[in-house]
Every structure is written in C-alpha cells, then in structure tokens.
C-alpha cells in the first residue's frame, strides 16, 4: 500500500512540474442524502456548498492561471472517498474541504481547522468520527477505508499517518486560511489541530478541513448563514489559498486582465457588481485628468450611456462593500457620487 502511495505522489509531482495551471480542489462536505448537521432547518450541506462555490469563483475570476474543480456543485451525495480520488486523479495541488461543527451543548462556538494526523485529544478524534461517520451511506464502505469501522475509535492510529508527508505543508495552509479568515469573522479561534478524516484520507496533496463555526451555536449559526457574511469570509479564505501558493508553492498567478473597448472598460460577470458613479463626460478622458491623479488608475473604469461618458470607482462584490466606499469617494470632491450596479458588463436599473 505505501508503495502505491509512492507511485501516486511521484505521478502528481510530474504532473504538477509541467502543468501550466495550479489546481485547487474545493469540497463542499456532505450533500445529497447526507445532510450533515442540522440545527432547525439549517443543514450543514446548504453552507458548505455556498462556501466552496463562492471561493471558487473569487479564485477563478482573478486568476488567469489557477482552476478549480469543484468535488460537487449540487446538493448531490459524493461519497468521502471519492472526494479525494478526484483530486488525485486531477493531479490537484490543493485540497480544501469546507464542513460546520456541530455539538451536543449549544455552548462551544469558534473556528478550526484540520490536518490529516493522529488525534492528541480525545475530542478532536470525536470531531473526525462524527465526519466520517457518513461513510455508512456509501457501499462497501469498509472496504474503501482498510477496514476501519467509521464509529469505533479502533484502528484510526495507522490510518493516521497516511498524510504525514503533506504534514508540514498542510499546517501552513491552515495556519495562513485560519490567520485571514478570523480578520472578518467574529469566531473564537480554536486553533489548528489534526485528526483522522477520512475525507482526507490518501490525498496526494496538502489538505485541510475548515470547520466553520458550530451550527448548534446560536451566534455562529446566524453569522455563518448571512450571505454578506459568507461572502467576507470567501474572500479572505481565496485571498489565503492565493497567498499560499504564491509565497509557499512559488507559482506565480497571473492575475486577469479586462480588455476595454471603444464604449466601456467594465467588468463582465454573471454576478451583480457594485460600482461608484462619480463623474459624467461627453469626451472621454486622458489618462492626465485630475480623476486619475484623485484614485488610482486601476480603480477606475467607464462606460457609455446616452451619449457620454460615466466614470466610476472600485469593483464590489456586494452593496456594503460599495457603501462603505462612497464617503471616500465623495470626500474626494464627487460629491454627487452614487452606487450603480452591473451584470454580464450591462448596467442594471
């Protein structure tokens, strides 16, 4: 088996060596028939599909040279195992698994996350147990994980050291997703911790596992479940992957250009964005003007409607963010600066 495993990590370093993309593999936990935890009718599989989809677009969206591959992106049942062989058979770079904690007590709250390895304390074993006690839905689930029953403690000591040789590279990922990710969120930091997951098991890659909040906790339920919130924390966990691989990996990303033509210089998503409208021209203007003296030239962007010119500020994914801008904006002379907003580069009225 270890030689196998060998193999299997030689193949993914070839493969990775002569890639033009780095490959991030993002894991919506449970889905389908397996719910996960449930609080009311907050279902752990409804979050963890959000959280990966939004991350994913972030990095693809920015990144001309990154791709990301989704282990689902329905709510459909994709069993643990299967999870990790499509990021092997990809030869992914990365894996990232999103999940919510959950407890008996309404008590514990914060944020985590996991490597694969041995469990030190006994109730980070019963985290990964309760994981991975979703294995009973798959066939011949015994099979697929060496024999190891998913509820007994027995046996996950060998299967723990699976992982090891991605060990040190793992903890830096978690150490960079934990340290962005609670900038936004108001979770208490439980800290970075390993156990046997079998969501991880035998990926040839770094991994971690984010557990994000406890759904049976009041307070992180209703901040995870906000999708302005979702969003805030999509971003600084992408901005976390990227920083890695940058920093870490040193595979430089390319970040995407938007090619302008004679009418507009906006964005084109399928998503709503956000701009600051703060000045109307019949010419277009040079790049002298005093606007790009006033914001940085990349912060600023126009397009045409009824004959002139709107120039406009920023590029937000959400209304808050563009609020919180204006003042800026308007401290800035444009006193008369407001939020318009776009989808698939036309703006909507």
């Given at each position: 088996m270890k030689k196998i495993l060998i193999i299997v990590v030689l193949i993914n370093l070839f493969?990775?060596?002569?890639?033009?993309?780095?490959?991030?593999?993002l894991d919506a936990g449970h889905g389908g028939k397996d719910p996960g935890a449930i609080y009311g009718n907050v279902r752990e599989k409804d979050i963890t599909l959000s959280m990966a989809l939004e991350v994913g677009k972030i990095l693809t969206n920015k990144y001309n040279n990154l791709e990301v591959i989704y282990t689902r992106q329905s709510d459909i049942f994709v069993p643990l195992i299967e999870r990790t062989r499509i990021a092997n058979k990809e030869h992914a770079n990365l894996f990232v698994s999103f999940h919510v904690n959950a407890s008996k007590s309404p008590e514990p709250s914060g944020y985590e996350v996991y490597v694969m390895g041995n469990a030190k304390v006994k109730d980070w074993l019963e985290t990964a147990i309760a994981e991975n006690s979703v294995a009973i839905y798959e066939d011949n689930y015994l099979e697929s994980y060496d024999g190891i029953d998913p509820n007994s403690t027995e046996g996950y000591i060998a299967f723990s050291l699976y992982q090891n040789q991605f060990l040190d590279k793992s903890l830096i990922l978690a150490d960079k997703v934990t340290s962005s990710t609670l900038q936004v969120a108001p979770f208490m930091n439980r800290g970075i911790k390993q156990a046997p997951f079998f969501v991880l098991y035998k990926a040839t890659m770094p991994s971690i596992l984010i557990e994000m909040g406890f759904i049976t906790n009041q307070q992180d339920r209703i901040w995870i479940t906000n999708k302005d919130n979702q969003k805030k924390i999509a971003n600084n966990i992408a901005n976390a992957i990227a920083d890695y691989i940058i920093n870490v990996d040193n595979f430089p990303l390319v970040e995407k250009t938007i090619a302008a033509d004679k009418d507009t210089t906006i964005a084109v998503s399928s998503e709503l964005i956000y701009y600051i409208q703060f000045l109307s021209s019949t010419?277009?203007?040079?790049?002298?003007?005093?606007?790009?003296?006033?914001?940085?030239?990349?912060?600023?962007?126009?397009?045409?409607?009824?004959n002139a010119y709107r120039y406009i500020y920023g590029h937000f994914i959400n209304f808050n963010q563009a609020r919180d801008k204006l003042n800026y904006v308007k401290q800035k002379g444009y006193k008369d600066a407001f939020i318009v907003k776009f989808k698939d580069g036309q703006r909507v009225f």
């Open positions: 493969f990775n060596l002569f890639s033009q993309n780095y490959i991030v593999v010419e277009k203007l040079t790049y002298n003007h005093k606007i790009y003296k006033d914001f940085p030239s990349d912060s600023i962007s126009y397009y045409s409607f009824n």
